[in-house]
């Protein structure tokens, strides 16, 4: 079968990407930018970074959080209205101009961590993929939330299931009162998207500097902060950087009337783990769709890094021919494996079904790209033949070229930090000496001095790919939970410290809640499914 079975069914879809990338940085400039919406203004006036008591000011500041702002509204446009050609998702990825990778190893791989501008990107619509198209009243109210804060943020995103569903809309009206209990002012853009069931929305801010941004906020929110606050933006930074994964957390904050939780990442530390899954605790969240309310080059780079490491990871995890769901529940899955909170009753266990099952459309749109540029993988359905399937949310059927030295190839091009403690499981299981081990980890841990391209499994990654199928599972599996265990626990026992009790026990009953509605709608759907076949059954008889 052909690859890349994706209809060309609009003639000028592939037109804006031979724009120049100067087009796309006269959109960022102050005098397009200031054609912005009025209702805007009042709420980013914050972003001036202006100190009202003593009217001193960094209007730099405000000046780059409207490019990271336009730069992310620019790439949801074109998500947008550029999804559905073949070219069009292949050249996301790589940024050719047309024809799918016949390489294993995709070029912009070796631009990571060379990445300063959007300029310096592969070609200027490069990952927008990363950027789901969405309800335009909703993204403005969520876009208002970071301009309320006077402290910089370069990056933001909104994420979880205060912003994508994961259950069908069931028509049901809440009262104004279930409501307020949430959000106190919740504007109808908010009621609307979250049918029914409002719900705290979580945000991600990424910062240059963790102790100055705490420190300006602190000024700002003083009530955003738990008692450790009183001991000052350095024990706060501390508390942030070196327990758990490095994010801060402050939940139940009401901004702009909505309910919000928001957590703080240094810049470096979410690049360095959507690129070498040190913790995987962010990287986990960014495998789903989330969405980027300011971006920053650097980090779109860096996801895209993280997606295709998750798209290989998952490869190696299922059999030759898989669906949609399959993939994507796999993907989704990959952060919930060493998650403490899935082994306590503190999560719905149908978490991951549900976002899958739910959001179908919005993981193809975020894998698509990738998946149409790896050599081996591709789409075996003739649901691809359909007009407009790319939106559909239709389970079709995938299937992967099992060949050891392309699967070797994977393993290989794994995140660093995941790899290496791959490659440790299996040196026990080969049983290789110490001596010849650190000479192969020497090599492959000099990654600088290498292309990325050049950059091909040997025998041992070889032997790790040809592995029966049921241990090479169970390996990644015992990996990824070392991966995630250690960093989620002591993120989740540092929720006491730096929320607050009061705080942490309403979101620990919370959570409580859910479990309990899952497993309630999991009782329901056996005994509707036993319903059926008792049904069955007896008209048989």
Not at 181 to 196: E, F, M, N, S, Y
Not at 459 to 477: K, N, T
Request: positive net charge; aromatic residues 10%; proline residues 5%.
């Amino acid at each position: 079968m052909a690859r890349g079975p994706i209809p060309l069914l609009i003639k000028g879809r592939l037109a804006p990407r031979f724009q120049s990338q100067s087009i796309i940085w006269d959109r960022l400039s102050p005098a397009y930018l200031s054609r912005g919406r009025a209702t805007s203004s009042a709420f980013r006036t914050f972003a001036t970074g202006r100190d009202n008591q003593n009217g001193t000011g960094n209007s730099n500041e405000a000046k780059e959080g409207a490019e990271q702002e336009a730069a992310a509204d620019q790439a949801t446009r074109t998500s947008e209205s550029d999804t559905k050609s073949h070219q069009s998702v292949v050249s996301e990825a790589t940024g050719s101009s047309g024809s799918s990778s016949s390489q294993e190893t995709l070029e912009w791989e070796s631009k990571v961590g060379k990445i300063e501008t959007f300029a310096d990107l592969p070609h200027a619509n490069f990952g927008v993929n990363q950027h789901i198209p969405f309800n335009a009243e909703f993204k403005e109210v969520l876009k208002q939330v970071p301009w309320a804060f006077r402290a910089p943020i370069r990056y933001a995103f909104a994420y979880g299931s205060g912003v994508f569903p994961q259950s069908k809309s069931s028509g049901r009206v809440p009262t104004d009162e279930e409501i307020r209990a949430i959000h106190p002012k919740a504007p109808l853009a908010v009621q609307r998207a979250q049918d029914g069931t409002p719900k705290m929305i979580d945000f991600i801010f990424g910062v240059s500097h963790t102790q100055h941004w705490h420190s300006l906020n602190m000024k700002q929110h003083r009530d955003h902060y738990s008692a450790l606050a009183s001991l000052g933006s350095g024990a706060v930074s501390y508390v942030q950087d070196h327990m758990g994964a490095g994010v801060y957390f402050n939940p139940y904050i009401v901004v702009n009337g909505i309910l919000v939780k928001y957590g703080v990442v240094q810049l470096s530390t979410l690049e360095k783990d959507l690129t070498t899954w040190d913790t995987m605790y962010l990287a986990g969240r960014l495998h789903k769709p989330v969405k980027i309310l300011r971006d920053d080059a650097r980090i779109r780079v860096a996801n895209q890094m993280n997606l295709i490491s998750a798209l290989r990871t998952a490869l190696l995890l299922l059999p030759p021919k898989f669906t949609e769901e399959e993939l994507y529940g796999t993907i989704a899955g990959i952060s919930y494996l060493g998650d403490p909170r899935m082994a306590l009753p503190t999560e719905n266990p149908s978490k991951v079904k549900n976002i899958v099952g739910n959001n179908m459309a919005n993981f193809r749109r975020l894998y698509l790209p990738l998946i149409e540029t790896l050599p081996n993988l591709e789409y075996n359905d003739p649901g691809c033949n359909e007009k407009d399937w790319v939106w559909g949310d239709k389970n079709l059927t995938l299937v992967q070229d099992m060949d050891p030295i392309k699967r070797g190839n994977m393993v290989r091009r794994l995140p660093k930090a995941f790899r290496s403690r791959l490659y440790f499981q299996y040196q026990k299981k080969f049983a290789i000496p110490q001596l010849e081990f650190n000479k192969m980890m020497e090599e492959s841990q000099n990654e600088d001095t290498v292309a990325f391209k050049r950059r091909e499994g040997g025998g041992f990654e070889q032997r790790i790919a040809q592995d029966s199928p049921e241990e090479l599972r169970q390996y990644i599996r015992t990996v990824i939970k070392q991966t995630i265990g250690w960093p989620a626990t002591t993120q989740s026992l540092k929720g006491p410290l730096t929320s607050g009790l009061r705080k942490s026990w309403r979101y620990l009953m919370e959570k409580f809640a859910k479990y309990r509605q899952g497993k309630a709608a999991e009782k329901e759907a056996a005994k509707a499914v036993s319903n059926d076949k008792t049904g069955e059954s007896d008209e048989k008889k």
